[in-house]
């Protein structure tokens, strides 16, 4: 894969989860809408996320540990909240 393709993969990952994450901010009449349209959408998603899950590890731990392993740091840690 061109590195492009794999740095708008980051970027399009990256986006999604940020917009999917829990909000600790509530602003009254501020609604969410669903980031899928359809279901082809959401497989576009997983397909990226598939592309970069190898470099989560990179990014650094997520709360509940001490240092970044491939199954545990911050990607995966979203990608398990929106879908765990």
């Not at 492009?4 to 940020?18: A, F, H, K, T």
């Amino acid at each position: 894969m061109p590195l492009d393709q794999q740095w708008w993969n980051e970027i399009y990952v990256s986006g999604v989860l940020r917009a999917l994450r829990p909000s600790t901010v509530s602003i009254p009449g501020l609604r969410r809408l669903p980031i899928f349209s359809n279901r082809a959408d959401e497989q576009a998603f997983l397909e990226a996320v598939k592309t970069v899950i190898s470099q989560g590890s990179d990014l650094g731990p997520d709360d509940l540990c001490k240092e970044a392993t491939i199954l545990n740091n911050v990607l995966v840690r979203y990608v398990c909240l929106v879908y765990g």
